[in-house]
């Protein structure tokens, strides 16, 4: 568990889902911006670790972590996650935040069907399926998100996926693509959103790499234990 000073009386209570088995490509990074930037603003943080066989009551975490791994740890992690399903769909329903990275973003869904192998069934918090693919998207990419407590931003990072995503009708994209593939290379779009479900390729990390996104999400991800919060700014300029 990890602990800033508090000065604000704020907590920032963080789920981190299978923080070994599901990390590569340094999305760890992403906790360690959440944890940096909270700390700069007095806000504390409590950090705790879910692993495989462990299912805890999601809906007291205000923010939820599920990054990326390869297919041979998306099975294990596959598998577990289906016990831990209900807990997570009445966390959703309560307006946790999660943020989804690659293999975390397809394991959301209804199903991720490797190119390859066996499907592996999703939890179905996201409406939207992943389909293997014969060659892998690899590419800086960009797109634009537009949220109504932000407006039209660019959120840039690396994606590394042989995933085709397609969505449903009960998401909406996160954004439309400038640069790079996205979802599946065909419609233009990257990445979803339901209630405060985020789900994204983006690695590189994609929080370190985007303060205004962190900073969205830290918002929304308090707003759920406190109510109307705004955020002291800090000079991302350096």
Same mark, same amino acid.
């Not at 041979?72 to 596959?78: G, H, I, S």
């Not at 797109?143 to 537009?146: E, R, S």
């Given at each position: 568990m990890g602990q800033s000073v508090n000065e604000t009386g704020m907590v920032l209570k963080i789920g981190h889902l299978y923080p070994t088995l599901m990390s590569v490509a340094a999305d760890r990074g992403n906790l360690f911006a959440i944890e940096r930037r909270c700390k700069w603003r007095g806000i504390a943080t409590e950090v705790e670790q879910i692993y495989v066989k462990q299912t805890p009551d999601f809906s007291r975490y205000d923010l939820i972590l599920f990054h990326g791994g390869?297919?041979?740890?998306?099975?294990?992690?596959?598998? #577990?996650i289906q016990s831990k399903a209900t807990s997570l769909r009445e966390a959703a329903e309560s307006n946790t935040v999660f943020l989804a990275v690659c293999a975390g973003y397809q394991l959301l869904g209804h199903y991720y069907k490797p190119f390859q192998g066996p499907e592996l069934k999703g939890v179905g918090l996201l409406d939207l399926y992943t389909e293997g693919g014969k060659s892998r998207y690899m590419t800086h990419m960009a797109?634009?998100? #537009?949220f109504d407590k932000t407006g039209k931003q660019i959120l840039v990072g690396y994606e590394n996926h042989s995933g085709r995503t397609h969505l449903g009708s009960h998401v909406r994209p996160l954004g439309k693509v400038m640069a790079g593939w996205g979802n599946n290379g065909e419609d233009g779009t990257e990445g979803a959103y339901y209630k405060n479900i985020y789900g994204t390729y983006l690695h590189g990390p994609v929080l370190p790499k985007n303060p205004w996104f962190t900073d969205f999400l830290i918002q929304r991800a308090l707003e759920k234990r406190y109510g109307d919060v705004k955020l002291t700014p800090l000079d991302d300029s350096t």
């Open positions: 390869a297919d041979r740890e998306m099975v294990v992690a596959a598998q #577990d797109l634009v998100c #537009d």
